[in-house]
């Protein structure tokens, strides 16, 4: 038994490293949700995250990815400084995440949310807002990730999303991803940003696309 678990372990450093897949630096600075790496090959990573409170705001209708996030983000930043039904002040997490529906034609306006974890601290009793929900992520709390670096461009979340999806071709998570993909928009993905607008260097972004592991993940 010991034996057996010290091999999984191993295999999951292996795995790890594999996919040169560290913790985000901002993770030491601020709270970031809890997960657990249950896959990880070549161009992807697959998480388990925890049953969580977020907060989000509702669907921001906009052409740009970078603008959606940027006001639901002075929301979220409102909501944290105190503009909830407690008067209370809340510490920052990461990543911020926008999940986007893509529009169909290209000069509709996409669908956008602007979420973020709640810290462990409020977990128990998020303060509700106006204007955004606070509410368990529920169902799928699966994620395939892909990260990349840099500034968040509206020209390049399409085409690192469309890399995360070849990269899963051919694995056993192919088809719960795009099952995952289908309950929501048949395009829809997320994008996790962990970083301030102000840092310039070390910027770490992920590319996910939330899926219900149930299926897939039973022999593990
Ligand atoms: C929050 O602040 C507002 C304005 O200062 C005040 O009217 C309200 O009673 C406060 N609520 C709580 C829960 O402290």
Do not use: H
């Not at 969580?52 to 970078?66: G, K, N, R």
């Not at 993905?189 to 993940?217: C, H, K």
């Amino acid at each position: 038994m010991a034996r057996r678990s010290g091999m999984f372990l191993l295999i999951a450093a292996a795995a790890l490293l594999a996919a040169g897949a560290a913790v985000p630096p901002s993770c030491e600075r601020s709270e970031c949700p809890a997960y657990d790496v249950v896959d990880a090959a070549n161009g992807f990573e697959i998480r388990r995250y925890k049953d969580a409170m977020w907060a989000s705001t509702a669907p921001i209708e906009d052409i740009s990815l970078v603008a959606a996030t940027r006001s639901g983000f002075l929301q979220l930043f409102k909501y944290i400084q105190g503009k909830n039904a407690y008067n209370a002040t809340i510490e920052m997490t990461a990543p911020v995440l926008t999940r986007v529906s893509p529009s169909d034609g290209p000069f509709c306006a996409s669908s956008f949310v602007v979420s973020f974890y709640v810290p462990e601290k409020n977990q128990a009793d998020p303060p509700p807002a106006e204007g955004l929900s606070v509410q368990r992520w529920a169902g799928a709390r699966y994620a395939a990730v892909r990260r990349f670096g840099g500034f968040v461009a509206d020209s390049d979340v399409g085409e690192q999303a469309a890399m995360l999806d070849a990269s899963l071709q051919g694995t056993r998570w192919a088809a719960p991803v795009s099952d995952g993909r289908r309950a929501d928009a048949a395009t829809a993905y997320t994008v996790a940003q962990y970083n301030s607008p102000f840092e310039f260097s070390g910027r770490v972004n992920e590319i996910w696309m939330l899926f219900d592991g149930n299926d897939a993940s039973s022999d593990m």
